[in-house]
């Protein structure tokens, strides 16, 4: 019998394995919490990894300790906010391991906690560079040079703020969900290339940064969460490593809340 389309049979592969090995993955804000993680994580699974952040120690820290256990790793100073630093992280890949096939854009703070009517101009205009305009001169900087590789795939890190905005955090809000939508256009965009680009947004994930600004009032919040617990970075690092992976290779222009169920309902 004839075997119907898309079945491996007709010349479909097999699914991936979730390995990364031979490919090359540079990691913006890699310093600690989910951008740690993920590069820890991606190495684990066969990848060699270009640390970048503006506390570059820290990522040498985790780069020595990838590299102790036989990976591959470099670390680099990249502020996310200018294109020089970004652009130099690129050219670091090439010459360490001659390209890059795979990006996590993991850029974004939260500035200041104020009301839409009591936000200044200039608080605003710092939550959009860091949460925003970040994230498109990441892509900008990473696209070209997985073009170059013949595809590749990109995972872009948010917020549930970004689907789901909170008193306090609207202007935060917005620039997460611009951050969103930027994303899915670029996949749009860049499919053709054989690019992926697929988004995350994490709810309560207890990274050091997280803990320090909820303070003892974080754990309380796990009464929220439908799966009845805070999250943890390397939780969100295994969603990420996944759909870099071949495993996810059908997967474009997605957005996964990593949130234990919050936004379901």
């Known amino acids: 019998m004839a075997a119907l389309p898309g079945t491996a049979a007709a010349g479909v592969q097999q699914m991936g394995d979730g390995s990364l090995a031979h490919k090359v993955l ?50 680099v100073r990249a502020d996310v906010t200018r294109a020089a630093d970004l652009a130099h992280t690129v050219e670091v890949a090439r010459a360490e391991f001659g390209g890059v096939d795979l990006g996590f854009i993991n850029a974004g703070a939260i500035v200041g906690v104020s009301s839409v009517a009591d936000t200044a101009v200039e608080q605003f205009r710092a939550q959009l560079e860091i949460n925003l305009l970040a994230v498109q001169q990441s892509l900008a ?90 999250g943890t970075a390397a939780e969100v690092a295994d969603v990420v490593v996944w759909l870099l992976s071949d495993s996810a290779r059908y997967l474009a222009g997605t957005v996964i809340p990593v949130d234990g169920g919050m936004t379901a309902g």
């Open 26 to 75: 540079v990691v913006f804000g890699a310093s600690t919490g989910i951008g740690q993680a993920t590069a820890a994580a991606a190495a684990r699974a066969g990848a060699a990894v270009v640390l970048a952040a503006r506390r570059s120690e820290l990522c040498e820290q985790t780069a020595a300790s990838i590299r102790a256990q036989d990976g591959r790793a470099v670390a």
């Open 141 to 230: 900087m990473l696209l070209p040079a997985l073009r170059q590789r013949g595809g590749g795939a990109i995972v872009v890190n948010t917020a549930r703020g970004g689907l789901r905005g909170a008193p306090g955090l609207g202007t935060y809000a917005a620039a997460k969900a611009g951050a969103i939508m930027l994303s899915l256009v670029a996949a749009h965009e860049a499919a053709r290339d054989a690019v992926r680009i697929n988004v995350i947004a994490p709810g309560y994930i207890g990274t050091e940064s997280w803990w320090r600004m909820m303070g003892e009032g974080g754990q309380a919040l796990a009464s929220r969460v439908p799966l009845g617990r805070i």
